[in-house]
């Protein structure tokens, strides 16, 4: 696998990839790596000749009181993890690289992107839309994959890359569980013992109200009891405009957001 860390390389490569025929796959991250992203790289793999997977943890989709400095960070770790799962290439740019001065463009995803995740972290999808667009401009992929574990943040890039006649298939990738459930997460790295005991609850409350067990304001009350610190949302929304459910005959998701402790975890299933 190489490992390139300038645009202009990254360019050159794909560029070379593709006078020779093949097809390319992307799959961005931001390392903390774990089997989710690896089953994303697989994904790519299987879909196009050449992946590209990227390690570039995102300034901008961080507020200031965020997790940005403490984010999980061991390139050697990641890039011979991405190299085992099928990556050819390993793009990891510094912060100037991917900002460099006088960077002044955002991209803005309007309504899918302001509510839930967008209500509690409002620059959280700006600098994701920003980032992602810069990453797909800069490797021009057939196809890029992302995790379903972020959803809403999947249904952003498919808007953002309709809305923009970016052209590239997205693909969504199933979400990796624990054996108790949790979707694995660089997040989980955080948590203590006792935590990450209680951390399944997320997943467990979530499945019961999309089986029509529970209603989401009982499955937020079960987490409190559980020791989350409290709850940012529970909610049923329709899988493609993410607002509350009105018409039954639409498909739908339950998605939730939760803090225990210092670290948020957020977790999502399709309602049958
Ligand atoms: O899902 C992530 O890891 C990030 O939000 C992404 C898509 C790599 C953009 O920084």
Wanted: hydrophobic fraction near 45%; aromatic fraction near 6%.
């Amino acid at each position: 696998m190489q490992i390139v860390r300038t645009i202009a390389d990254l360019r050159r490569c794909v560029a070379q990839w593709r006078a020779e025929g093949m097809s390319v796959g992307l799959v961005p991250t931001m390392g903390g790596l774990h089997a989710g992203h690896l089953s994303l790289v697989h994904e790519a793999d299987n879909r196009t000749e050449r992946v590209v997977a990227t390690l570039f943890v995102n300034p901008t989709q961080f507020a200031p009181n965020e997790d940005f400095d403490s984010y999980p960070r061991d390139e050697a770790a990641d890039a011979a993890m991405f190299e085992d799962a099928g990556a050819a290439l390993m793009f990891a740019p510094t912060p100037d690289v991917m900002y460099p001065d006088g960077h002044a463009t955002k991209v803005i995803v309007e309504e899918l992107g302001a509510v839930l995740e967008g209500e509690f972290r409002p620059q959280f999808f700006v600098g994701v839309a920003t980032i992602v667009t810069k990453l797909l401009l800069q490797s021009l992929p057939d196809v890029a994959v992302f995790g379903e574990k972020d959803y809403q943040q999947l249904c952003v890039i498919r808007t953002m890359v309709r809305d923009l006649d970016i052209p590239v298939e997205i693909v969504g990738g199933e979400t990796v569980r624990e054996a108790d459930g949790l979707a694995m997460s660089s997040r989980n790295a955080y948590l203590s013992p006792q935590q990450r005991a209680i951390a399944p609850a997320l997943y467990d409350n979530l499945r019961r109200v999309a089986a029509g067990e529970l209603t989401a304001k009982a499955a937020s009350a079960n987490l409190s009891d559980a020791g989350f610190l409290s709850v940012d949302y529970i909610s049923v929304c329709d899988s493609e405009t993410l607002q509350p459910v009105t018409d039954p005959r639409r498909s739908a998701r339950v998605l939730g957001a939760a803090w225990l402790g210092k670290t948020r975890l957020i977790d999502n299933l399709a309602i049958d």
